[in-house]
């Protein structure tokens, strides 16, 4: 199993930007696909982004799309998202994920391997 670890998370006020930095082991990252997704206390954990294994396919969740932006680096084992016009609404704990299958990239269920996550918090 892939172990991932996000980095980058913190405090921005409204309208900044925040990069984040999911680190993965294993020989195999490029296999998998990656996904960001977000909670918040008393809601159900959600979608932000994803990208295949290649990169070649990318998907946004329409909350997000404009304004964040997912790319992946396979020879350093690492999957970004680039935040920017950040809005209050956007505080969640941020997750990074993987999984090896195709399968439905909006469901937290479709995968494999998840991280920590890395609080962002936006102020108003």
């Known amino acids: 199993q892939v172990q991932l670890v996000e980095s980058g998370g913190g405090l921005v006020q409204a309208g900044g930007s925040l990069r984040l930095s999911c680190a993965a082991s294993g020989r195999t990252f490029s296999v998998y696909g990656m996904g960001w997704f977000r909670q918040v206390p008393g809601k159900e954990r959600e979608f932000v982004a994803s990208?295949?294994?290649?990169?070649?396919?990318?998907y946004y969740a329409d909350s997000v799309k404009g304004r964040f932006t997912i790319s992946r680096d396979n020879a350093k084992n690492t999957v970004y998202l680039q935040m920017n016009s950040l809005k209050p609404e956007d505080t969640a704990v941020y997750y990074c994920?993987?999984?090896?299958?195709?399968?439905?990239?909006?469901?937290?269920?479709?995968?494999?391997?998840w991280g920590q996550g890395t609080q962002v918090t936006v102020s108003s």
């Open positions: 990208i295949s294994s290649s990169g070649g396919s990318i």
């Open positions: 994920a993987a999984r090896a299958a195709r399968g439905s990239y909006w469901r937290a269920s479709s995968y494999d391997s």
